[in-house]
């Protein structure tokens, strides 16, 4: 069976997660939270297949969904996490950025503000706009931090913590070669 029946091509995937997935977690006794300030105590990272079932998932489940669809479909694609650099509460924001012809996209459907598939000439620009919408969206929650971090990582194990999480991507930021820093101004 088909698990994206009728889901060919990035268009009818934001399409149906714009219909069917709304940003929400869920915690190891696989509750659906509600109550942002106890989110990351017991929260877990869902499977795609759970994304699915729960119609929920933070940026970071929705990535883990979204990097499951572009495998199957042989699709270039990279998956990032920008944050403050070591903030209390580490204000980040997991993505994917793809590439169709000669153009690059990010696929955002979490970040509410963006939502949708943006269109660039190059990897680059992709990731100049977003680093440069979340500079602007931290300096609306005032982060004391001026240190941002922007770092690919890899496939995450569904059902891990979110310790775990940040250890991942900031042990995978410590060991990119070409890690960005971008100081905002």
């Known amino acids: 069976m088909n698990k994206y029946k009728n889901i060919n091509n990035p268009e009818q995937l934001f399409k149906f997660m714009k219909e069917n997935i709304k940003y929400g977690w869920v915690t190891n006794k696989r509750v659906v939270a509600n109550d942002k300030n106890d ?16 119609g929920i998932g ?6 883990e969904y979204q990097r499951d669809f572009f495998e199957t479909h042989n699709y270039l694609f990279y ?20 590439k169709s012809g000669n153009k690059w996209y990010w696929f955002e459907h979490a970040w509410e503000a963006y939502q949708g598939i943006h269109e660039f000439n190059t990897k680059e620009e992709v990731l100049d706009y977003v680093t440069q919408s979340f500079i602007k969206h931290c300096s609306v929650l ?29 042990n995978n930021m410590r060991n990119e ?9």
């Open 58 to 63: 933070t940026c970071t489940d929705q990535v």
């Open 177 to 185: 070669i070409n890690e960005r820093k971008v100081v905002y101004n």
């Open 79 to 98: 998956t990032y996490f920008i944050q403050v650099k070591r903030q209390k509460d580490w204000p980040g924001h997991a993505f994917l950025i793809y």
């Open 142 to 170: 005032k982060c004391e931090n001026n240190d941002f971090y922007l770092s690919s990582y890899d496939k995450l194990i569904p059902g891990i913590n979110h310790s775990d999480i940040q250890k991942a991507v900031y």
């Open 39 to 54: 989110m990351w105590k017991e929260y877990i990272l869902l499977s795609p297949s759970e994304v699915l079932s729960y």
